[in-house]
């Protein structure tokens, strides 16, 4: 590769060490040690976590929009929608979503308090897991996600075995294609999760991580009780 | 969610392997580097099937040697046969809008120069960086590889309407196989682009360095951030239409297939589904995406002009507002690509007001990068010419626009060339040259030599005064009635047009071969170029205050630019230069506009 290399850049006036501190707040607390590696990020920025996940549910916003608009269109537009009953586990599984919610939202201020509270000891940056710990809550929240995803399964089996098909007629096209890509996104949010109680154990977590994943999380929860409703309802 | 830490671990250890250096690399500027060989592999691709297109316009049953290698069915003996003309058409159009237009300007160089144009290190999510372009990548393959399975690529045009692109085989040739083919490519497309628009919002509102306000942004990173705000929302509207077209093919399902509909006098086994909703989901998408394409280019122009003026531009606010209002009107017009759709006249009438409202900001543009250039000691170089095309080809493309706006003129152009001939210059064509302007401009930079001159002056030359004999004829034959998308023209009063069609052919050959002038340039000054200065355009921006070219792994070499001056402090009164580069501490009399 052709490298030119130029003159060393004139140092910056006043430049002092890129060092974020940890008292920020908006989520962007930094409870990994201030080594100087976070440099790019200054003290009026967040993280981009914390940032990025609102572009990212923006994005999800718009997708499923978009599938909105088109239920709406097909719905009003043509006289072979016929409207389904919905498979009753379906609210069982909304309430194992809220209840997810519910214990991530717990999870993530026993954490962040565990994690603050580690940090004012002298201990900055590092987070053991305690004999109490919260993480636990964290659990919850991922196996009653699971739980919904599997909740959705059958609802999905449920409606086969009254022969309804993607295909048989536009309100099951409409059904499948939502509580697919919703649970697609679902998937996500798992990951997400998973990520996030395998980083505390490791003591690698940041707030703004947790924050974001919490974001996305309590979307996801969100989402799937509007899909509810545009699927129950009779527009 | 990839964190700040993990950006840092990443930032700190520069890979040695080859292949987590050039291949799968987390590194923007190599990410850049590959949008960029893509969107060139992809745009000579595009430029080779024009060739084939207007080959066979001027001389319809001319055999074209070769041809039949790449399909027999489509080519027996050379000679295009009609369905493989809209073929190739298809092809030309989504290969050039989605993979040269898209991701050259926006992808490519906004890749490269964002994160070190405000001062950064790199993008805060890397590995959704490297997806972005790896996914995009996976969707160019998905989509050339229509042209080796079944019956080739679909034949739809890359609007894709429904009810044909919806009904199978039965359509025609490529209607099955290669409508699935193409929805998957787009679909992947949009993911890319969607990872890409986060790292690039983030970037810009996170990453800043020290000093950096957005008031001090250049023109460049306004122009991507908008963009990418515009990718962010119509790229994830496209793609569950893209996933709603594929499941009509695969699934049997009846989005956009009517009743009652019969093809080649089978009934089709749809109902119910309504053809004007593609369109709306589409076109919410595409007419942003005409925006998408040639904002980028507009940031290019104004930053590499401002350069060559050695003057800011005559308000550096009105201007990124302006590109602001381009971005949200975008949203509110796309119904005027559904003039003759059927649509409620009402609704034409909705659609046309905010259409004629968005030459407002479109010539507001004009006006400050023309009056800017009135009284200024203009440095003429390659980049600065291909600038000012830009610039002519914008006008010239966007009256036309004035005319498409109405519909009742649009009733009668829609179906001709006229239309093609606007939306080749206006975004075509003058984001092509905006995408020429930045490769001069930056090709420094990137590669640590200097591009041959005088080939690039010829380049301009040829390209532009190609272009003009390629694409003004054609309003010329769309106001003589010649419609669009015809393969050859039997009926006796389109006889009379051929001979111009034949002249256009010709003009895009040389036009064409004027092209692979600019490709030995770029690969012989690649290697054997004059070695660049470090700031060979005594530019002001973050680029150029690299401690060499190409930039270290980490852009600055460990360190941080402070930023004390607007992007275009140039002809400054009492400053030691001509020129005050951001990161010089020197004071200046009056305050920066920003």
């Known amino acids: 590769m052709a490298t030119t290399v130029h003159e060393p850049p004139k140092p910056a006036i006043g430049e002092e060490p890129r060092v974020r501190l940890n008292d920020s707040g908006n989520g962007g607390g930094n409870l990994t040690p201030a080594n100087g590696n976070l440099r790019t990020v200054h003290r009026h920025s967040p993280p981009p976590s914390s940032t990025g996940i609102w572009v990212v549910l923006a994005s999800i916003t718009m997708t499923f929009l978009a599938f909105t608009s088109a239920l709406v269109v097909r719905e009003g537009g043509a006289k072979d929608w016929q409207h389904l009953t919905l498979p009753p586990i379906l609210y069982f599984n909304t309430l194992l979503l809220l209840a997810s919610s519910v214990a991530l939202e717990i999870g993530r201020r026993q954490v962040r308090a565990f994690m603050t509270a580690k940090a004012l000891v002298g201990k900055p940056g590092i987070v053991k897991a305690g004999a109490e710990n919260p993480a636990r809550w964290l659990y919850a929240a991922l196996f009653l996600g699971i739980f919904f995803v599997a909740g959705q399964f059958t609802a999905w089996l449920q409606l086969r075995a009254q022969g309804l098909y993607l295909a048989t007629n536009p309100n099951s096209s409409f059904f499948y294609v939502l509580t697919v890509m919703h649970a697609l996104h679902v998937f996500g949010g798992l990951g997400g999760l998973a990520r996030v109680i395998h980083k505390f154990n490791r003591s690698t977590l940041r707030k703004s991580t ?12 969100g989402l799937w009780v509007y899909l509810l409703w545009l699927l129950w309802a009779k527009l | 969610m990839h ?27 190599v990410i850049g580097k590959q949008y960029y060989g893509m969107a060139l592999i992809a745009a000579y691709v595009g430029m080779f ?100 399975v079944g019956d080739g690529p679909t034949l739809g045009g890359w609007t894709q309407y429904a009810p ?114 593609w369109q709306h989901l589409f076109w919410f998408f595409g007419h942003p995406e005409v925006y998408i ?90 980049a600065s010419l291909f600038a000012l095309g830009f610039i002519s080809m914008f006008i010239t493309g966007g009256i036309s626009g004035f005319f498409l706006a109405q519909p009742s003129i649009d009733i009668m152009l ?10 080749h210059l206006v975004m075509g064509v003058a984001a092509m040259f905006g995408i020429f302007a930045g490769t001069y401009f930056w090709f420094p930079k990137m590669y640590g030599r200097m591009m041959n001159e005088t080939l690039g002056k010829a380049h301009f030359i040829l390209s532009f005064i190609g272009a003009y004999c390629i694409f003004m004829p054609f309003h010329y034959l769309g106001l003589a009635g010649n419609v669009r998308r015809y393969q050859a023209f039997t009926d006796d009063y389109l006889q009379p047009l051929i001979p111009l069609h034949r002249f256009i052919t010709v003009a895009a050959i040389l036009t064409g071969l004027a092209q692979l002038i600019f490709l030995y340039n770029l ?72």
């Not at chain 2, 119509?234 to 893209?242: D, K, R, S």
């Not at chain 2, 905010?354 to 479109?362: A, F, G, H, W």
């Not at chain 2, 006229?418 to 939306?423: A, D, L, N, S, Y």
């Open chain 2, 523 to 594: 690969i012989y000054s690649r290697f054997w170029g004059k070695p660049a200065p470090a700031n060979p355009w005594e530019a002001t921006t973050l680029e150029w205050s690299t401690p060499s070219s190409p930039p270290p792994f980490n852009n600055f070499g460990g360190t941080f630019p402070e930023v004390h001056h607007d992007p275009h402090q140039y002809s400054v009164e009492g400053a030691s230069a001509d020129y005050i580069m951001q990161t010089s501490p020197e004071k200046v009399n009056g305050p920066d506009e920003a």
């Open chain 2, 49 to 148: 099937l024009s060739w084939l297109m207007r080959i066979h316009l001027g001389w319809t049953n001319a055999a074209i040697p070769g041809l039949e290698t790449l399909s027999k069915t489509g080519a027996p003996g050379g000679v295009m046969t009609p369905e493989y003309y809209l073929q190739i058409m298809t092809m030309h159009a989504t290969i050039m809008v989605f993979f040269v237009l898209t991701t050259a300007p926006f992808a490519a160089f906004g890749n490269y120069f964002l994160p070190i144009q405000v001062g950064a290190e790199d993008m805060p999510f890397p590995h959704f960086n490297m997806m972005s372009f790896w996914v995009t990548f996976a969707g160019f393959l998905v989509l050339m590889s229509s042209f080796f």
């Open chain 2, 293 to 382: 394409a040639i904002v980028p280019g507009m940031g290019i122009v104004s930053h590499i002009l401002t350069t060559s003026m050695r003057k800011p531009l005559l308000s550096h606010r009105v201007m990124v507002y302006s590109l602001g209002a381009l971005a949200v009107l975008s949203y509110m017009v796309y119904g005027h690509h559904m003039f003759v759709s059927g649509m409620n006249p009402v609704s034409s009438v909705v659609f046309s007001f905010p259409t004629l409202v968005i030459t407002i900001p479109s010539t507001i543009i004009v006006l400050i990068l023309l009056g800017s250039l009135y009284g200024a000691k203009l440095r003429i170089n390659s």
């Open chain 2, 164 to 277: 044909l692109s919806a009904v199978g085989a039965v359509a025609g040739p490529g209607q099955g196989t290669g409508v699935v083919l193409w929805a998957t490519a787009i679909g992947l497309f949009c993911i890319g682009q969607l990872l890409g628009s986060l790292n690039f919002i983030t970037t810009t509102l996170d990453m800043r360095t020290k000093g950096m306000s957005m008031w001090r942004l250049p023109y460049t990173v306004w122009a991507w951030f908008i963009t990418s705000i515009m990718g962010l929302t119509a790229f994830a509207v496209l793609m569950p239409a893209c996933i709603l077209l594929v499941l009509d093919h695969l699934a049997g399902t009846s989005f956009f297939v009517p009743s009652n509909l019969v093809f080649n006098g089978q009934l089709q086994p749809h109902s119910g589904g309504s053809t004007l909703l």
């Open chain 2, 3 to 29: 964190d700040v830490a993990g950006h840092a671990a990443h930032a700190a250890h520069e890979p040695t392997s080859f292949i987590a250096k050039h291949v799968f690399s987390l590194d923007h500027k």
């Open chain 1, 210 to 221: 947790l924050d974001a994943t919490s974001h996305y999380w309590h979307f996801m929860d």
């Open chain 2, 414 to 423: 829609h179906a001709t060339y006229f239309v093609v001939g606007h939306f």
